[in-house]
């Protein structure tokens, strides 16, 4: 069954801190991607990955295939990084699957 | 990367009406996908729309509600059938190219059904 599990569901946090997000999902994917929704609603796609690592500015995105686990990491956290942040697996027969979101919110 | 645009924005409807949502992309994508967002909830993937092909639907998301068109590569449209106020949400399309993988969203439509 192709499952998806984030975690925390909220996540508070002082400006500057470095913040962790975690992804765990079932075997058999293609990708994983880190989308962001801001309070407007607009969703953006902040990465995809199918091994390894990326980062972009003060984002970065891991993935671990043999643990089925992916970590969003932001470093010197700030509060426009306020938003909700949902892990989605696409899985290899085309399912794609969401994580239930972290609201985090960055206070000044 | 890719621009969507979805319209309507919002709106307001009557039960039992339908509502038809558009969503163009501005250059050629090999996937599109409609996700519902019910209030304080993560999304929900409806349907993959195939371009020249019948969607493919996800569990507890049936045609005759949720009626999708993919006339080409470049647009799509999903059909709220039969409206009642358990349809109110947002809706949004994605769309994905599938040599990166990237997905990019609409901005969504808000339905308020009364």
């Known amino acids: 069954k192709n499952e998806v599990e984030q975690s925390p569901q909220n996540l508070t946090a002082q400006e500057g801190e470095f913040i962790t997000i975690n992804c765990s999902y079932s075997?058999?994917?293609?990708?994983l991607h880190w989308l962001q929704q801001h309070p407007g609603g607009g969703i953006v796609s902040l990465f995809m990955?199918?091994?390894g690592k990326k980062k972009h500015g003060r984002l970065i995105a891991t993935i671990n295939i043999q643990e089925k686990h992916s970590s969003l990491h932001i470093t010197a956290s700030h509060p426009r990084d306020s938003a909700v942040y949902i892990c989605?697996?696409?899985?290899?027969?085309?399912?794609?699957?969401f994580g239930a979101g972290t609201r985090l919110t960055v206070k000044p | 990367s890719a621009v969507i645009s979805q319209k309507p924005s919002r709106d307001i409807c009557q039960r039992g009406t339908s509502l038809t949502i558009q969503c163009q992309v501005d250059?050629?994508?090999?996937?599109m996908f409609w996700y519902r967002q019910q209030p304080g909830q993560s999304l929900t993937l409806i349907a993959t729309?195939?371009?020249?092909?019948?969607?493919?639907?996800e569990s507890g998301f049936v045609i005759d509600k949720f009626p999708i068109s993919r006339p080409n590569l470049t647009f799509s449209t999903l059909t709220v059938s039969n409206m009642s106020p358990e349809d109110s949400s947002i809706y949004l399309c994605?769309?994905?190219?599938?040599?990166?993988?990237?997905?990019?969203f609409g901005e969504g439509s808000r339905l308020t059904v009364l």
């Open positions: 994605s769309a994905g190219t599938g040599g990166t993988g990237e997905l990019f």
């Open positions: 075997v058999g994917i293609s990708a």
């Open positions: 990955l199918s091994s």
């Open positions: 989605a697996a696409l899985y290899n027969n085309n399912d794609m699957r």
């Open positions: 250059s050629q994508v090999t996937m």
């Open positions: 729309a195939n371009q020249g092909s019948e969607a493919t639907y």
